[in-house]
């Protein structure tokens, strides 16, 4: 039973270029969040996604950033023309349910640099 | 805003010492939970509090939830060098789950 699996783990960018990080969720898990971290710092909400929808988008930048979760393949977290801030470790995770109470399972995160 | 407050900040405690960290809102929560972190790792689920008062206990681990479902507290006890970590709690608010700044444990051997 594998637990949430992203990918690239590493993921290096020149200024301006497209970052795509993927996550699949834990199998039979239809709700996904992302998360962004920077050193030395917690976790900060970006955006909550079910299946084909988006259900909260508030801490996600209006520009250059999107995600997605279709109905087939893994959710997708896109940034446009990267710049040197995007630098951080960008975490998702897995619920069954979006209810409270609901545990949520991490990934082990990608880690995108912008040079 | 910080809904979840966690203290302290940074921890830095002597191998078989005891130790306690916290986790404080002004919300009532209908459950908290608590992650550890090692670093280049992702958040690892530790515990899920849910009723006000219970106490979970995990080996050398006790988490706590405050009767009033604001606060919780997590105690090790005879800390060791595989204890040291970021240790986060959590809870859902607005359909989404929100995290305090953590708390950083270093264990020194």
């Known amino acids: 039973n594998a637990g949430v699996m992203q990918n690239p783990r590493h993921l290096v960018r020149r200024r301006g270029q497209e970052a795509r990080l993927r996550c699949s969720p834990m199998k039979g898990h239809s709700h996904v969040y992302w998360y962004r971290q920077l050193p030395e710092e917690g976790l900060k909400f970006m955006v909550y996604l079910q299946k084909e929808n988006i259900i909260d988008e508030s801490g996600m930048p209006k520009e250059r950033f999107s995600a997605e979760f279709p109905k087939e393949g893994p959710s997708i977290l896109r940034i446009q023309q990267v710049v040197r801030g995007d630098s951080a470790a960008y975490f998702c995770?897995?619920?069954?349910?979006?209810?409270?109470?609901?545990?949520?399972?991490f990934g082990q995160g990608t880690r995108l640099t912008v040079v | 805003t910080q809904l979840l407050k966690q203290s302290p900040q940074f921890l830095s405690i002597q191998e078989g010492e005891n130790l306690t960290v916290y986790c404080n809102s002004s919300s009532v929560f209908s459950s908290l939970q608590w992650y550890r972190q090692e670093p280049g790792e992702g958040p690892v689920l530790l515990v899920t509090v849910v009723t006000g008062g219970e106490v979970k206990k995990l080996k050398r681990l006790t988490f706590q939830f405050g009767d009033a479902r604001k606060d919780s507290s997590l105690h090790i006890t005879a800390a060791q060098p595989g204890d040291t970590g970021l240790y986060l709690c959590?809870?859902?608010?607005?359909?989404?789950?929100?995290f305090g700044k953590g708390t950083r444990l270093h264990i020194l051997p």
């Open positions: 959590a809870g859902y608010r607005d359909d989404k789950i929100i």
């Open positions: 995770a897995s619920s069954l349910q979006g209810q409270p109470n609901t545990e949520a399972f």
